[in-house]
């Protein structure tokens, strides 16, 4: 008998979806795009903001309410990326 009962379909299957469209699996992240901070965010560890910075989505959470989680960086993020 399978712990997940009858009905419990293919737990890999789900466990990698779910890792996929978090962007868990392959560091999946979107594009560096600029973006003007109209509030304080942080890059490189100093709080930036009134001026244009890079950002990209980073989705980390599974199914949270589609949250959107953002990196931001420099011209040097963007470039070693």
Request: proline share 2%; glycine share 12%; aromatic share 20%.
């Amino acid at each position: 008998m399978s712990f997940l009962g009858s009905g419990g379909g293919n737990i890999v299957a789900h466990i990698s979806k779910a890792l996929l469209f978090s962007g868990m699996m392959m560091g999946n992240y979107g594009p560096w795009k600029e973006w003007f901070a109209w509030y304080p965010v942080k890059v490189d560890g100093k709080y930036e903001w009134f001026k244009t910075v890079y950002r990209r989505c980073i989705n980390s959470y599974v199914d949270h309410e589609d949250w959107k989680n953002y990196e931001y960086g420099t011209l040097f993020d963007v470039l070693r990326n």
